[in-house]
């Protein structure tokens, strides 16, 4: 009886080690956005951050934009309240890198940057991407109590030090569920 009751606690434990693994699928996000319209645009969204294992994972549903692509980057300051967003200063770069290439995103990026937001004709974008380089807690290279930024334009992935990817039209501080 005891080996019986001793593997069914083992494998009990098991599960409960995979229950807190954050890469499983059905894996709760760790952080979240509310992205709310700025300088008169009507963009509005939530955004999600999930570990996955060494990645975050990075979701969004947003509508109210222009049709085409948006620089979309994790920015300093965990403040939206300026009507043009730019109480979230400049993007997140703990390590001091230079605005990436498109070509070696993820080698030659600062922490903040991340791919662009593809919009449908609608104004509407569904975005998935997994990167590297953040984390969804207030350590060194922590995204929450910072803020998110969607710009009205492309990034360049090349023009110093943000992409030249123009005005902010949205915002949200990145906050813990």
Do not use: W
């Not at 549903?61 to 980057?73: I, M, N, Q, Y």
């Not at 593809?118 to 969804?136: I, K, P, S």
């Amino acid at each position: 009886m005891k080996a019986r009751n001793f593997a069914f606690s083992a494998g009990f434990m098991a599960l409960a080690v995979l229950a807190g693994c954050s890469h499983l699928p059905g894996a709760k996000p760790a952080a979240q956005a509310m992205i709310e319209s700025s300088s008169g645009s009507q963009v509005r969204g939530t955004v999600s951050f999930t570990p996955m294992g060494d990645k975050l994972l990075v979701e969004a549903d947003l509508s109210g934009l222009t049709p085409g692509e948006h620089g979309f980057h994790v920015h300093e300051g965990g403040d939206c309240s300026a009507p043009d967003a730019s109480s979230a200063r400049g993007h997140f770069n703990p390590a001091g890198m230079m605005h990436g290439h498109h070509q070696q995103y993820h080698a030659q990026r600062h922490a903040g940057d991340l791919p662009n937001l593809m919009a449908d004709a609608n104004g509407r974008a569904r975005y998935r991407a997994e990167v590297a380089g953040l984390t969804a807690d207030i350590g060194p290279l922590g995204i929450v109590g910072r803020s998110l930024v969607v710009h009205a334009d492309a990034d360049d992935y090349r023009s110093q030090p943000a992409g030249n990817s123009g005005r902010r039209i949205a915002c949200g501080v990145i906050k813990t569920p």
